[in-house]
């Protein structure tokens, strides 16, 4: 599986980016895709995920500002609204397939206070 993300860039607190991820190679295998984080000094984290069927996970700190979805089965995009400083980090696209975790290339966000 190969991903390729795009979207992210700079913007105030308070505004909005979207970051999209597409998907190639074996995409029928893919059970999950998601978006993880890393911020400088800090542990990669999940931001959140959807799996095949439409389930979502988000982690606490993003609940009720960003929405993953689906488009269809190889792309998922990441909404994120009412950004803070905090959402600062490298953003990475994530997928599983066949129990194994792929990644795209990381996209940097920017959140000025």
């Known amino acids: 599986v190969q991903l390729q993300a795009s979207g992210g860039g700079l913007v105030q607190a308070g505004g909005s980016l979207r970051l999209s991820c597409a998907a190639s190679?074996?995409?029928?295998?893919?059970?999950?895709m998601g978006w993880y984080r890393q911020a400088p000094g800090k542990q990669r984290e999940l931001v959140a995920a959807?799996?095949?069927?439409?389930?979502t996970n988000y982690s606490d700190s993003v609940k009720g500002r960003f929405t993953i979805s689906r488009n269809n089965v190889n792309t998922v995009d990441l909404q994120m609204n009412r950004l803070k400083p905090e959402d600062t980090a490298v953003y990475y696209c994530?997928?599983?397939?066949?129990?194994?975790?792929?990644w795209g290339q990381g996209t940097q966000v920017t959140v000025s206070s």
């Open positions: 994530n997928a599983e397939a066949r129990a194994i975790p792929y």
């Open positions: 959807i799996t095949r069927d439409g389930t």
């Open positions: 190679g074996i995409i029928f295998s893919i059970v999950a």
